[in-house]
């Protein structure tokens, strides 16, 4: 429920305002009686939006407005006058406000000009964190089998309130499954907060993911929303949730069961609507019979379970994602578009990607980018780890490969590709067929006597 705080000098005014926001709008409130009250309130309580007197004796709306923009804090602020001055109003919201109204304006638009407020606050903290990411990640890319039935299962969980677990190894992508449950859901339009569990010291993450009041330890010099808070109404995406201590494993089941937080410092439970979406690249179950994540809670997390497959299950996917980080790329650094040659595309597809998946991919397409003036990236410039071979699917590089016509060579790749993941399934024909993107196992079995291949 959001905070919104009133600053007047008249007690009657900000009384009145406060009763009226709390019956008509469904807020939390707040008072302060002049410029001072307010500004220590703010540093003392997590306040979504405030309402600001111009008119007051001391320190003024303006000199609020002027500090809150020294202090870079984006809370939205209305600012209201009963002078009727209309230059007065503009002059605050050069000075920052979201706003502005006159005390003669019935209640429900001053309701309304709240809910506009908190929307374009939300709003802006969204395009702030898409614009932190500068083009990093990718979206959920790839027309192959494997990354077609990923993208069919997420849209489906993304209508659902209920916790979703999401395992893959490193760098395969989870953080974008997460993010497309959120965005094809129907809290795309509320925030997205992601907390990596295993970045976090011990001592900080149930700070970090419940909050805590102003005095709750050494340094909490003023009182902070945990995620949980912030991302009311969207999703918590909690990545590598095996990293969790044990104290911050009770008090997460704890939420999940109540839908209820209590910051640090305080036994005050305060009502969360959010969806929890964890990430993992350790098996859990393993971790349970360790003794080291708890039980119950795996159960409340993994009513439903996205596995999201490694980039050498579907190596039809890369040339895609490729073209995507170069386009990505050549935006970042302002440099001019630059295409693969079929043959450099050809080493990047044989690749196995084993060490980081396609976080590795969009490291190797930049460094190639910044590396090579060319328009066109020929397989000289493939990194030697991937050219020599230090993947089970790696082609081998050499005169001999890069003699004959193209048919030839293609064929030579396509017999490659298909024995180096025949081999990494021991031979399971259906298994390979479905890592591959093809329509069955009887398709498979075409290619492999077009290319003699047998066990």
């Known amino acids: 429920m959001s905070l919104v705080l009133i600053i007047d000098d008249v007690p009657a005014m900000r009384d009145q305002y406060a009763y009226d926001l709390e019956r008509l709008g469904g807020f939390r409130t707040l008072t302060a009686s002049g410029g001072s009250d307010g500004l220590a309130k703010m540093a003392s309580e997590p306040v979504d939006c405030v309402i600001l007197d111009l008119e007051m004796p001391g320190v003024d709306g303006f000199e609020v407005l002027a500090t809150l923009k020294k202090k870079g804090d984006p809370t939205p602020v209305i600012v209201y006058t009963g002078t009727g001055n209309y230059q007065r109003c503009v002059r605050a919201v050069k000075l920052g406000a979201y706003g502005f109204l006159s005390k003669d304006e019935p209640l429900e638009r001053v309701v309304q000009e709240v809910e506009n407020a908190l929307q374009w606050s939300a709003l802006r903290s969204e395009v702030g964190a898409l614009r932190r990411q500068g083009g990093l990640d990718s979206p959920l890319l790839g027309e192959s089998r494997a990354a077609a039935a990923l993208k069919l299962q997420v849209d489906r969980l993304s209508a659902i309130p209920t916790a979703v677990l999401i395992m893959g190894e490193s760098g395969s992508g989870k953080e974008l499954v997460a993010r497309r449950l959120h965005d094809a859901g129907p809290r795309a339009g509320k925030p997205f907060v992601a907390v990596n569990c295993a970045a976090l010291p011990e001592t900080m993450i149930e700070s970090e993911l419940f909050g805590h009041e102003r005095g709750a330890f050494t340094g909490a010099d003023r009182t902070r929303r ?115 040659d079929p043959e450099a595309a050809r080493l990047l597809q044989a690749y196995d990607w084993a060490r980081n998946n396609v976080r590795e991919l969009r490291n190797v397409i930049e460094r190639l980018v910044i590396a090579s003036d060319d328009p066109v990236i020929g397989p000289e410039a493939i990194p030697q780890e991937i050219r020599g071979g230090s993947g089970p699917g790696t082609l081998p590089v050499g005169p001999a490969s890069a003699v004959g016509t193209l048919k030839d060579l293609k064929a030579a790749a396509e017999r490659q590709i298909v024995l180096s993941a025949l081999e990494r399934n021991q031979w399971h024909i259906t298994q390979t067929a479905q890592q591959l993107g093809l329509a069955d196992h009887s398709s498979l079995l075409k290619i492999m006597r077009r290319h003699g291949l047998k066990k």
């Open 226 to 340: 945990g995620a949980f808070e912030t991302a009311t109404g969207g999703t918590l995406f909690l990545d590598e949730i095996g990293e969790l201590p044990a104290p911050a494993q009770a008090k997460l089941l704890r939420v999940l069961e109540n839908g209820r937080i209590t910051r640090l410092g305080t036994h005050q439970e305060i009502r969360v609507d959010t969806r929890v979406v964890a990430a993992t690249n350790r098996d859990l179950d393993a971790e349970v019979a360790a003794g080291r994540f708890r039980q119950d809670l795996l159960y409340r997390l993994n009513a439903h379970t996205v596995r999201v497959p490694p980039l050498r299950e579907r190596l039809g996917d890369v040339p895609l994602l490729a073209d995507h980080f170069l386009e990505l790329t050549a935006e970042k650094f302002g440099q001019t578009r630059r295409t693969l």
